[in-house]
């Protein structure tokens, strides 16, 4: 993106949250984000409150810092539980509410974005919101290109009582995609004041990170390679298993793979598909990068199972691609994969239908033969970033932060929280 560093002096606060109760995709399309807002413009900072345990892992520019909130996982009742703590959710998810708010009100941004819920996780987010719309802080939901199958996220809604929220708390609703591949409020009932503050910003292209060292585990694969990748891993073994089956099956498959299992997937799936792995003298595993952009570059093509950011980054380094979605516990992946088929971005194996290793094996021969995502012109495809920011830029340009707490007009013992704002000390 281009740089347009503001003229202004007056430092603005954008802040951003991603509940990230399971999974990488939610705390690296905020990254994406944040690093877009403050390359645009050197006088903003950018706060992300996250819940991710592998926020600390990623590289952010400089006027980027997080907060992380006490993790919690979904366990297979559907409930969530504190990830690591010995305590309950209940108070697990009381602490984060607080952190939340507490962070919120001493922040003070100019601008709040929050990732995919409305609410936040079981609505942690909601005393947050009301607080800063009583301030006047611009307040957006960031929404995927696709968040599920329409009559099952309408149920969603109206138990989490989102409807409410798009219409009384929330300035702006921006859909990170576009309207010819998904509409993801379809079969959604919404008043028409909702769908007025909807805009597509395209897709959220992806740049190399700053340090594009390639992990050393590249260095015995000779020739061209398939990357494969199972996003955070906690449900990407069958996609692995699938892959390591057609190699088993077919010894001729022209090209080597480098296969990275994500940080989620349990420690006796990755070892067991290791060893099967160490069979082959063109086959490599890595358990995470934070550089995959550094391996999707140089890949031949890409196996994947089609969250939002590998979609993203397979069109952002125009790869060659095999996509394996996921039905379960969302239809969000198989929807946009199925779409995206349909225009010809990428190619598609439906795991539902059996996972034949002969099926994968052919797919991986024909990849080489695929065309290109270039290959098909869709206006604005990867317009995101630029249109984020000129979204967030028009926010800015009226900041608002309402009052100061009183923490910061108080000061402590060391003086002000905020250096804006004089320490009023009481005469005695």
Request: hydrophobic letters at 40%; charged letters at 25%; glycine letters at 8%.
């Amino acid at each position: 993106m281009p740089d347009r560093t503001a003229t202004s002096s007056r430092p603005k606060r954008v802040l951003l949250y991603s509940h990230d109760s399971f999974g990488l995709g939610h705390v690296s399309r905020c990254r994406t984000i944040a690093n877009a807002i403050v390359e645009a413009d050197h006088s903003v900072s950018v706060l992300i409150i996250s819940g991710s345990p592998m926020i600390g892992s990623y590289e952010f520019r400089s006027g980027i810092d997080f907060v992380r909130v006490p993790g919690v996982v979904k366990i297979e009742t559907g409930e969530y539980d504190s990830a690591n703590l010995r305590v309950g959710v209940e108070h697990t998810l009381e602490m984060r509410t607080r952190i939340i708010r507490d962070t919120a009100d001493i922040y003070r941004p100019d601008l709040f974005i929050v990732d995919k819920e409305p609410l936040g996780l079981r609505g942690e987010v909601g005393p947050t919101l009301h607080m800063l719309k009583e301030r006047g802080t611009p307040l957006v939901i960031g929404l995927r290109d696709v968040m599920d199958d329409p009559a099952a996220l309408a149920a969603e809604w109206e138990r989490k009582h989102v409807v409410p929220a798009l219409t009384d708390l929330y300035d702006e609703i921006w859909i990170y995609g576009l309207p010819q591949i998904n509409k993801p409020l379809t079969g959604i009932e919404v008043p028409p004041s909702v769908r007025h503050k909807m805009v597509y910003t395209g897709y959220l292209q992806r740049e190399l990170p700053l340090h594009t060292d390639v992990p050393h585990e590249m260095d015995d694969i000779d020739g061209p390679f398939i990357l494969v990748t199972a996003g955070g891993g906690g449900d990407g073994a069958n996609l692995i298993d699938w892959v390591l089956s057609a190699y088993e099956t077919d010894p001729h498959i022209p090209y080597g793979a480098m296969i990275v299992f994500g940080p989620f997937m349990s420690a006796a799936e990755r070892e067991a598909f290791k060893e099967r792995a160490a069979r082959f003298p063109n086959i490599r595993t890595l358990t995470f990068t934070n550089n995959l952009g550094a391996l999707m570059k140089d890949a031949a093509g890409v196996v994947a199972m089609g969250g939002y950011n590998t979609f993203c980054e397979i069109l952002s380094f125009d790869k060659k691609s095999i996509i394996v979605p996921r039905t379960r516990p969302r239809l969000e992946q198989f929807i946009r994969a199925r779409a995206a088929r349909n225009i010809g971005l990428i190619e598609m194996l439906d795991a539902d239908k059996g996972c034949d290793p002969h099926a994968m094996a052919t797919a991986l021969r024909q990849l080489p033969q695929q065309g290109l995502p270039s290959d098909v012109v869709v206006p604005g495809l990867l317009d995101g970033l630029p249109n984020v920011w000129r979204l967030v830029a028009k926010q800015l340009a009226h900041p608002h932060r309402g009052p100061a707490p009183l923490e910061a007009i108080w000061g402590t013992a060391d003086g002000p929280l905020d250096p804006t704002v004089p320490t009023v000390r009481a005469r005695t």
